[in-house]
């Protein structure tokens, strides 16, 4: 029963939910809406974060932004996001990925790693990737 309630919209309870939202440390936890609802009863957070993906621009290549890569630093729950477009979204994750399997780590690896300047050091060392790859890519 459980797993029919999360396929129906938490907010208007007729259509089927088409959004699923995880929102760590809040009552719910979770929120499925479906796409009208979405709109307008999306968690304030969400919204905050949605008006400012409208105007943002890539980190990296300054194209138009479609995402947010979020990388958990450290054991301390300290969370970096970095607006992307779908391009350097890709590559970039596909490099953070290689960097730490190259590491031995996984991503609960990483997030669990006490050491943020260590966090901080793989990240430093995507961005100057990222910033090679751009140029290559652009050229």
Not at 47 to 53: I, R, S, W
Request: net charge neutral; aromatic share 6%; hydrophobic share 30%.
């Amino acid at each position: 029963m459980e797993e029919e309630s999360r396929k129906m919209c938490q907010a208007c309870g007729s259509k089927e939910a088409t959004h699923h939202i995880c929102q760590p440390g809040a009552e719910p936890r979770n929120i499925s809406l479906c796409g009208e609802c979405m709109k307008t009863d999306a968690p304030s957070a969400l919204k905050v974060y949605m008006e400012k993906l409208k105007n943002a621009v890539c980190q990296y290549c300054g194209g138009s932004a479609r995402s947010s890569a979020i990388f958990p630093v450290g054991g301390l729950k300290v969370q970096t996001g970095r607006f992307v477009c779908q391009s350097c979204s890709t590559e970039s994750q596909r490099v953070f990925f290689a960097t730490l399997n190259d590491r031995g780590m996984t991503l609960q690896d990483f997030s669990d790693l006490g050491d943020v300047k260590k966090c901080q050091r793989i990240l430093e060392d995507l961005d100057t990737h990222m910033s090679r790859w751009v140029i290559q890519r652009d050229n």
